[in-house]
């Protein structure tokens, strides 16, 4: 069976509630930045009065689903559980309640199919934002309302096991602080007194380099070659592969150095205080400064106390342009040197961490793939065709009454005179 298509603008047109906020009223303040990507998670939410919120606003209510226009690309889309004030870089849609469910409606705009329309009907580089007038043409597959529901039902299941993982990662996230905190106390304090020395005094710095980029016989050979690109975002403890790969031709035409494995990979800028142990040995560009241990650390220990400290290493950057830590003042930072026997029972714990986060991953992978699987067979039928069988009947009399009510106008609780019968209406903004 074939769903009907239907322009976005006749099924959630943009509308915001008949909604006025007292100006002491505490009110959720919604930002772009307090959306997550892909998920539609809010994180970080601010609630403070509604004076304080600025001219260029929406007002929105758990009726609308709120669509970001700008750099479609980041994927933000919310379905909101209560009323509030949002940046109008989110297009307040409204589903009209008889022919769309909002949760299937922000659940196709999240798929890969709206996002691959939405990536190409862009104008503007720096700043891309879709072209309304393509957002608002675009076709939405149609289902009858009780598939759609089914469909939303079966999608929640399975968000709620992404859900489920992403709370175990975060509570993994939090073991290596504890571990460390346990063992060798606060590492900005040294309250243990630990012998200190500076990392010169035990490593050897190595900075990077990069070949010419217009010779192609440069690139594409086995040598493994990190930018801070392949650290960024990756929560491992160890890099074993690198995007970009040089020939021995490119290793010899440049200064960078082969790291061996167990040398600690340390980003020096764009950005600072990235870190990761080589699993195999490799080479990295110039924004790097690779640490290869002499003597007194195990690279597990000093990789945790580098981590711990990001934040301490970025306010080391020096620059105008942009910030970059130095040869010399990485091999000035001084670090707490427990035994060495003490580091290598704390490395044998993370090691198994290491282990358990790495099968993590690859069951967050595969959790992904069967939320973007069913995600694609939700839009294409082919989610709830069984379903869809055993309910012919009741959904061909729904979908002789869904192309009725296109035909005519919304008639339920969405347009905004039923909002003062309800009692939902709020003193102006004085």
């Known amino acids: 069976m074939m769903w009907p298509t239907v322009p976005l603008e006749k099924i959630a047109p943009a509308q ?11 009110v959720w303040h919604l930002t772009l930045d307090q959306v997550e990507s892909h998920t539609g998670n809010i994180v970080n939410k601010k609630i403070t009065p509604a004076s304080t919120a600025g001219t260029s606003t929406n007002v929105f209510d758990d009726g609308n689903v709120l669509y970001s226009k700008l750099r479609p690309y980041l994927n933000k889309v919310i379905c909101p559980t209560e009323p509030g004030i949002a940046t109008t870089e989110l297009v307040p849609l409204r589903p009209r309640k008889d022919l769309l469910d909002r949760h299937y409606l922000a659940y196709y705009l999240r798929s890969k199919h709206f996002l691959g329309f939405a990536n190409v009907a862009v104008a503007g580089v720096k700043m891309p934002r879709i072209i309304m007038a ?28 992404r859900k489920k993982r992403a709370e175990a990662d ?11 905190y346990k063992m060798f106390g606060d590492p900005t304090t040294n309250p243990k007194g630990w012998p200190v020395a500076a990392i010169g005094e035990m490593c050897d710095v190595v900075s990077g380099a990069t070949p010419r980029t217009n010779n192609p016989d440069f690139w594409g050979g086995a040598i493994k070659w990190a930018t801070p690109k392949d650290l960024s975002g990756n929560p491992s403890f160890v890099i074993n592969e690198t995007e970009r790969t040089i020939t021995d031709a490119g290793y010899a035409s440049c200064s ?3 790291l061996p ?21 490799m080479c990295t560009n110039q924004g790097f400064k690779n640490l290869i241990i002499r003597h007194s650390l195990d690279p597990w220990y000093l990789l945790a106390w580098l981590r711990l400290r990001a934040e301490y290493l970025n306010s080391l950057g020096r620059g105008a342009t942009f910030k970059e830590v130095s040869k010399s003042i990485v091999e000035s930072i001084r670090v707490p040197v427990p035994p060495l026997k003490m580091q290598q029972v704390f490395a044998t714990e993370l ?28 839009f294409t039928g082919d989610l709830t065709a069984k379903w869809r069988e055993a309910h012919m009947e009741e959904l061909l009399a729904e979908m002789a009454a869904q192309a009725k009510a296109l035909e005519s106008p919304p008639t339920d609780d969405s347009a905004p005179e039923a909002w003062s019968k309800r009692g939902r209406r709020r003193k102006a903004v004085k």
């Open 261 to 281: 494995a167990g040398a600690i990979l340390l980003s020096s800028r764009a950005p600072i205080g990235l870190s990761a142990i080589a699993g195999v040995p």
């Open 170 to 180: 975060a509570k993994a996230s939090r073991i290596l602080p504890a571990l460390f």
């Open 16 to 26: 915001t509630p008949n909604i006025r906020f007292s100006s002491d009223e505490s």
């Open 256 to 258: 960078t150095s082969m």
């Open 351 to 378: 090691q198994t961490i290491h282990k358990g986060g790495f099968l993590r991953r690859i069951a967050a992978e595969r959790i992904n793939d069967l939320f973007s699987n069913l995600l694609h067979r939700a």
């Open 134 to 161: 393509k957002f608002w043409k675009h076709q939405v597959p149609l289902p009858p309302l009780s598939e759609q529901h089914r469909i939303v039902e079966i999608l929640d299941q399975a968000d709620a096991l």
